[in-house]
């Protein structure tokens, strides 16, 4: 969260999160975005199954990317 904080500061952003077989994980980090950001959008999703499949279960990932970049 800290490397978001420090890239994001408070610019909207589009952020996008996903997980493989970590639905609860995931739904608690998109309240902690939720809170912290200045969120344009903001969605979870499954991982793809090839990157589900290299990881395992259990990871959650986020992706964003400014909206004046």
């Known amino acids: 969260m ?3 904080k420090n890239n994001i ?3 909207p952003v589009h952020i996008s999160i996903a ?8 739904i608690k ?9 200045n969120c344009k959008e903001l969605w979870i999703t ?3 199954p ?3 499949y290299a990881t395992g279960t259990g990871v959650i990932i986020a992706a964003y990317y400014l909206d004046n970049a």
């Open 9 to 11: 500061k408070d610019s």
């Open 29 to 37: 980090l998109k309240k902690e975005i939720e809170q912290e950001f």
């Open 2 to 4: 800290n490397q978001l």
């Open 50 to 52: 090839i990157i589900a």
């Open 46 to 48: 499954d991982l793809s």
């Open 19 to 26: 997980h493989s077989n970590a639905y609860e994980g995931g």
